[in-house]
């Protein structure tokens, strides 16, 4: 064998080893694992029927090359209140949270949790998609994954039953967010602002006389355990987001943004506020059969003055938002409410 031929085949390998090099730099820069962090138990609906499958959605339109980690039950940073600054901040990439724990951030979103406005949490969540162009603007530091709502809130409650207007009046009752606030207050009641992490407690040692909140937690949170009346009447749904850093977002390849954006949306909203629903209404049945608590439909006479107690709770709010230079009717007639 020539010098000349050794010394091709040498370049030539050393080409190979160099391209083998670059190649394998390309696939690790390509590679991405994002941080989803939430408060909730990894046997939460949301976790397991929402989180997951999308996560592992993900992983496998990637081919494995953008992964999603789930960090559960506070594992990045305790309590349910800062996560939407956890995600704006970069703490996490993508976190799960109530718009209500940062009202002040949300107005136009919570406009959602008007009483009356939808009938359930799957029309209440494609009303917020409706007026996306409206309200997106409240998510600058955050790329929207989904915005879904909850199941309808009840009146839950330990020692006393909600059979009537007047058994509400000078309860203490915890609220999710501060419009929810409003319509305790319209209720005649005395609002509390709480996590509900801390809810359990907060009912059993008598802290608050009842909860307003989906019935969903019974079986998630184990409210079950504490409450014993749950009063259905026309309340409020909550919100929800699922919000990923915007410099995260911004930093993937232009193949992984095209994932997360297929696999996001409107879709992954309505899937969730579907999971909430069904959970809701089982988790009322399951107390209704086992006789372990009593669920309470409100008479029509009494429907009738629950909904008149609430009937300006609306007008006031748009009047506080216009005021702020928020045009809520506009926002409101893009929901189609």
């Given amino acids: 064998m020539s010098l000349l031929?050794?010394?091709?085949?040498?370049?030539?390998?050393?080409?190979?080893?160099?391209?083998?090099?670059?190649?394998?730099?390309?696939?690790?820069?390509?590679?991405?694992?994002?941080?989803?962090?939430?408060?909730?138990?990894?046997?939460?609906?949301?976790?397991?029927?929402?989180?997951?499958p999308?996560?592992?959605?993900?992983?496998?339109?990637?081919?494995?090359?953008?992964?999603?980690?789930?960090?559960?039950?506070?594992?990045?940073?305790?309590?349910?209140?800062a996560q939407y600054k956890r995600a704006a901040d970069g703490v996490a990439d993508i976190t799960f949270g109530l718009q209500g724990y940062s009202s002040p951030l949300f107005?136009?979103?919570?406009?959602?949790?008007?009483?009356?406005?939808?009938?359930?949490?799957v029309a209440a969540t494609k009303m917020m998609w409706k007026a996306i162009g409206a309200i997106q603007g409240e998510y600058t530091r955050t790329k929207v994954l989904a915005l879904w709502t909850n199941d309808k809130?009840?009146?839950?409650?330990?020692?006393?039953?909600?059979?009537t207007l007047d058994d509400v009046k000078g309860m203490k009752i915890r609220t999710p967010s501060k419009l929810q606030g409003d319509i305790i207050k319209a209720l005649g009641a005395t609002p509390v602002a709480m996590p509900v992490t801390r809810m359990?407690?907060?009912?059993?040692?008598?802290?608050?006389?009842?909860?307003?909140?989906?019935?969903s937690v019974i079986r998630s949170f184990k409210i079950g355990e504490v409450a014993k009346y749950y009063t259905?009447?026309?309340?409020?749904?909550?919100?929800?987001?699922?919000?990923?850093?915007?410099?995260?977002?911004?930093?993937?390849?232009?193949?992984?943004?095209k994932i997360v954006d297929e696999t996001s949306g409107e879709a992954l909203s309505v899937k969730a506020a579907g999971i909430y629903k069904k959970a809701g209404a089982g988790s009322l049945a399951g107390e209704k059969k086992s006789g372990r608590g009593e669920v309470i439909t409100l008479s029509d006479a009494e429907d009738k003055r629950f909904r008149k107690a609430l009937s300006g709770v609306r007008a006031a709010t748009v009047k506080a938002l216009s005021a702020k230079g928020i045009d809520?009717?506009?926002?409101?007639a893009a929901m189609g409410g």
């Fill in 107 to 121: 107005p136009r979103t919570l406009l959602v949790e008007l009483p009356g406005l939808a009938p359930d949490a």
């Fill in 54 to 81: 999308w996560g592992e959605e993900v992983a496998k339109r990637s081919n494995g090359s953008l992964t999603v980690r789930i960090y559960p039950g506070g594992e990045l940073g305790k309590g349910p209140v």
């Fill in 328 to 332: 809520a009717e506009k926002i409101l």
């Fill in 5 to 52: 031929f050794r010394a091709f085949i040498s370049r030539l390998a050393v080409v190979a080893v160099v391209g083998g090099l670059l190649l394998a730099a390309a696939a690790s820069v390509q590679a991405a694992e994002l941080k989803l962090a939430h408060f909730t138990s990894p046997k939460h609906p949301m976790d397991r029927l929402v989180m997951r």
């Fill in 200 to 215: 359990y407690n907060a009912l059993k040692t008598g802290v608050v006389d009842g909860l307003m909140v989906a019935p």
């Fill in 153 to 163: 809130a009840v009146i839950m409650t330990r020692n006393k039953a909600v059979r």
């Fill in 232 to 257: 259905v009447g026309p309340f409020a749904n909550t919100a929800f987001f699922l919000v990923m850093n915007k410099k995260a977002y911004d930093g993937l390849s232009a193949e992984h943004k």
